[in-house]
């Protein structure tokens, strides 16, 4: 199974809700990623997570809040978006060797539309 | 963090090979090269990885000088299916910041 699973697909939210985007790997990797994409545009990192513990936030507004349970689901938490949040959201994940991150697995990714 | 240059895009036809070449002069001694492949509305898709001279898989080769500061992607007879963009990422395997797109290359194959 080389398959990172998000879930949902797509999103429509009001500014006022709170909603959770989940992803979810069964990899055994030990570092996964969140970043958001516009259109045209590269991917950009927003967390990453490496062994369950937050490492790396990108400066990212506290209307995001990541979460990791367990070494297989990430989730991001999100409340009072705002619509230039709409986006694609990425999930990633790749294994820890020696030290060393191994190739990364991407989600489908989902889209949200703020309103 | 080394800093990457690529062309905005590129057109080529069926059948023919396509080489993308990446620019990256402050590259780090402890960088790899990594290239990745995006479909829209997908998620980036690993296509090669390496370090120094030459690497090939069943997809691509990756070929990089010996100062390091420069890569070029190959695919060998691009169909239609290769339309896409084509993001070349350097990074230190160990630092979590390794997976930092830059602005990525618009392959169009025409028929």
């Known amino acids: 199974d080389t398959e990172v699973t998000q879930t949902p697909k797509h999103l429509v939210m009001g500014m006022t809700n709170k909603k959770s985007l989940k992803c979810e790997q069964h990899?055994?990797?030990?570092?996964m990623y969140w970043y958001k994409q516009k259109a045209k545009k590269p991917p950009e990192l927003m967390f990453v997570y490496s062994y369950e513990k937050l490492s790396i936030n990108e400066s990212v507004p506290s209307r995001f809040s990541p979460e990791c349970p367990n070494s297989s689901l990430l989730n991001l938490h999100l409340h009072a978006l705002q619509p230039e949040d709409s986006a694609l959201y990425l999930c990633?994940?790749?294994?820890?060797?020696?030290?060393?991150?191994?190739?990364?697995?991407f989600g489908q990714g989902t889209r949200l539309t703020v309103v | 963090l080394a800093k990457t240059t690529q062309p905005i895009s590129m057109d080529s036809y069926e059948g023919q090979e396509v080489n993308i070449t990446c620019s990256h002069n402050n590259i780090a001694t402890n960088d790899y090269i990594t290239w990745y492949q995006q479909f829209p509305s997908q998620g980036p898709r690993f296509i090669i990885q390496?370090?120094?001279t030459k690497v090939t898989n069943e997809v691509a080769s990756l070929f990089i000088p010996a100062d390091r500061k420069s890569s070029t992607l190959s695919l060998p007879r691009v169909s239609l299916s290769d339309t896409a963009v084509y993001y070349c990422l350097v990074g230190d395997r160990g630092s979590a910041r390794q997976l930092t797109f830059g602005s990525g290359t618009q392959l169009t194959v025409l028929p």
């Open positions: 990899m055994g990797h030990r570092a």
């Open positions: 390496g370090y120094k």
């Open positions: 990633a994940s790749s294994q820890k060797t020696l030290g060393q991150n191994t190739e990364a697995f």
